[in-house]
């Protein structure tokens, strides 16, 4: 809070001033995170969350109060709500009941009626456009296949990411475990020095 409160010329402006009350409710209000608050904040599909757990960390929320409110929220609540937007989605009798409610507000706006034939025509168009199928490839025309695509290269990369880390981790556990022991041996040597180090008898 203290760092929020020490202003600089930038914050003077509208947006700064804006910026820094929502940091400061942001951060007071973080600090009540419980249960409910992760769960909620597990169950809605929001790009946030990752800050969220950020947050957690840091004002040392348990772990597994953590984990269980992220376990319920995203495998069970997030899922369900997913499932059921997509299952909408796809619904045709659905998008078209919608789609004649929504003709039906948007005819009663003045000036929206003489406009909205012709735009339904087009969206029609492009929808009639967009769902038709493709005609099938005849099995005899072949053209090269180089099997690259977009998948392909990003798995790859994704991939090479992935080995990247484990080679880093495994690095620095071995790092780590070399200098412990090197540190055992530098022990035992100085308390060996310091045992056989002869005392000088003064006459």
Same mark, same amino acid.
């Given at each position: 809070?203290?760092?929020?409160?020490?202003? @600089? =010329? $930038?914050?003077? +402006?509208?947006?700064? !001033? !804006?910026?820094?009350?929502?940091?400061? %409710?942001?951060?007071?209000?973080?600090?009540?995170?419980?249960? %409910?608050?992760?769960?909620?904040? =597990?169950? /809605?599909?929001?790009?946030?969350?990752?800050?969220?757990?950020?947050?957690?960390? *840091?004002?040392?929320?348990?772990?597994?109060? #953590?984990?269980?409110?992220?376990?319920?929220?995203?495998?069970?609540?997030?899922?369900?709500?997913? @499932?059921?937007?997509? /299952?909408?989605?796809?619904?045709?009798?659905?998008?078209?009941?919608? $789609?004649? $409610?929504?003709?039906?507000?948007?005819?009663?706006?003045?000036?929206?009626?003489?406009?909205?034939?012709?735009?339904?025509?087009?969206?029609?168009?492009?929808?009639?456009?967009?769902?038709?199928?493709?005609?099938?490839?005849? =099995?005899?025309? *072949? +053209?090269?296949?180089? +099997?690259?695509?977009?998948?392909?290269?990003?798995?790859?990369?994704?991939?090479?990411?992935?080995?990247?880390?484990? #080679?880093?981790?495994?690095? =620095?556990?071995?790092?780590?475990?070399?200098? @412990?022991?090197?540190?055992?041996?530098?022990? @035992?040597?100085? &308390?060996?020095?310091?045992?056989? &180090?002869?005392?000088?008898?003064?006459?």
């Amino acid at each position: 809070m203290e760092d929020l409160d020490a202003s @600089t =010329a $930038e914050d003077n +402006g509208i947006v700064g !001033r !804006r910026l820094k009350q929502m940091k400061s %409710w942001l951060l007071s209000h973080s600090q009540y995170l419980n249960f %409910w608050t992760i769960l909620l904040l =597990a169950s /809605i599909p929001n790009p946030l969350f990752d800050l969220a757990g950020i947050m957690c960390g *840091q004002f040392g929320i348990p772990f597994w109060q #953590f984990f269980l409110a992220t376990l319920f929220g995203k495998a069970i609540i997030k899922t369900h709500i997913q @499932t059921v937007l997509i /299952i909408s989605v796809c619904n045709n009798q659905l998008l078209d009941w919608v $789609e004649n $409610e929504l003709i039906w507000v948007l005819s009663h706006i003045p000036g929206v009626a003489s406009v909205l034939p012709k735009l339904i025509a087009k969206l029609h168009a492009a929808k009639d456009k967009y769902l038709v199928a493709a005609p099938p490839v005849a =099995a005899n025309v *072949q +053209g090269k296949n180089w +099997g690259v695509s977009f998948a392909s290269i990003w798995n790859t990369v994704v991939w090479l990411v992935l080995l990247n880390f484990f #080679f880093k981790i495994v690095n =620095a556990t071995a790092q780590g475990f070399l200098k @412990t022991q090197q540190e055992k041996e530098l022990t @035992t040597i100085t &308390k060996k020095s310091q045992v056989s &180090k002869p005392i000088d008898v003064v006459d």
